[in-house]
């Protein structure tokens, strides 16, 4: 008896799940977010914590991989762990050239070789790129056999990159696909001077969600750039280089983070440092959302921490109706 109970519940259960699944298909309601793959905090056994940075967004039926982690191995066991299909991207975003952001390129490509993948254009970078001839200066006196091709170099010489692909070189603020804009800027901070650096704005109803990679040329400059595009800022995931920043100028950054640029929500990670994050946490307290390694947020303002809500508990929707299905069934059992 206890077991045809169980067996009648679970095939109510069944359908139930499947009509919502129905519904939500039906509903053309597409989890727009962003789960966290490499970094070196966070709290699910399963995925490996190393220094460095990579997250998948997924917007508007878009998957997306932003920078690939420091260390190729480490890449693929947190890849598996999430269970995310390196084969079905729409495209990557390489923030900048730095050995934490471009370790796991190797196993991306290997896993995915022909996928587009941006990158910063830096003249004689890692990433390859052209610059007309007209770049060196001549002289027409000196004998064939000394001067560069002859004489007749080509209008458009082409330098190689590290990986032997072809990346498409980014170096103005660019809409890449409706909605999805590249950032990009130059550092002028000392230790990254001349660096240069993509960073991700995306459109949402509720504003632009920032994602930032290790935001070198200084996340003040990233947002300047972005209120262009829309000022109102919903939410700012990633490395923000505060790690070793003086206390009073985190806290300035900080402050002017909230009341100056007027960002809703802040998910800091990567080098935004061990300070900055309980800085920020003060700073934006209910509106700081816990980003660690493994962790997936939601670009809805409904699904981030709330008030009293554990910031840990943010699942997907489909997560959500999992979670509910197995509670269920384990007390009908
Ligand atoms: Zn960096
Ligand atoms: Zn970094």
Avoid at 186 to 202: Q, W
Avoid at 293 to 311: C, D, H, I, M, V
Wanted: proline residues 5%; contains cysteine; glycine residues 8%.
């Amino acid at each position: 008896m206890q077991k045809i109970r169980g067996l009648h519940a679970r095939i109510v259960l069944t359908f139930l799940t499947l009509l919502l699944q129905t519904q939500l298909i039906t509903s053309g309601y597409a989890a727009d977010g962003i789960t966290i793959l490499y970094d070196a905090f966070g709290s699910k056994s399963e995925m490996q914590k190393d220094w460095g940075f990579s997250a998948l967004i997924e917007y508007q039926g878009k998957r997306i991989l932003f920078d690939t982690g420091d260390n190729a191995d480490i890449f693929a066991h947190n890849i598996k762990a999430q269970g995310v299909d390196l084969t079905k991207l729409d495209f990557v975003v390489i923030s900048h050239r730095h050995g934490d952001h471009i370790g796991g390129i190797p196993y991306l490509l290997h896993v995915n070789p022909s996928v587009k993948i941006f990158a910063p254009k830096e003249n004689f970078g890692i990433f390859g790129s052209t610059l007309p001839s007209n770049f060196y200066r001549r002289d027409e006196t000196l004998p064939l056999d000394r001067r560069y091709f002859d004489g007749k170099p080509p209008d458009m010489m082409t330098f190689g990159n590290a990986w032997n692909k072809n990346f498409e070189l980014v170096e103005k603020t660019t809409e890449i696909a409706p909605g999805l804009y590249l950032i990009s800027l130059v550092s002028s901070n000392p230790g990254t001077l001349e660096l240069h650096e993509l960073s991700l704005a995306i459109k949402t109803p509720h504003g632009l969600v920032i994602v930032v990679g290790c935001s070198h040329p200084g996340i003040e400059k990233i947002l300047e750039a972005a209120s262009t595009i829309d000022p109102h800022i919903h939410l700012i995931v990633g490395g923000m280089h505060l790690v070793v920043t003086p206390d009073d100028e985190i806290q300035r950054i900080s402050m002017a983070l909230r009341n100056t640029w007027k960002v809703d929500y802040i998910a800091p990670g990567h080098c935004t440092g061990e300070p900055a994050f309980e800085a920020l946490a003060k700073v934006f307290g209910d509106r700081y959302i816990y980003a660690g390694l493994g962790q997936y947020l939601t670009f809805e303002p409904e699904n981030s921490a709330k008030k009293g809500e554990p910031r840990l508990a943010i699942l997907r929707p489909q997560e959500k109706q999992a979670y509910k299905y197995f509670v269920a069934n384990e007390r009908f059992e």
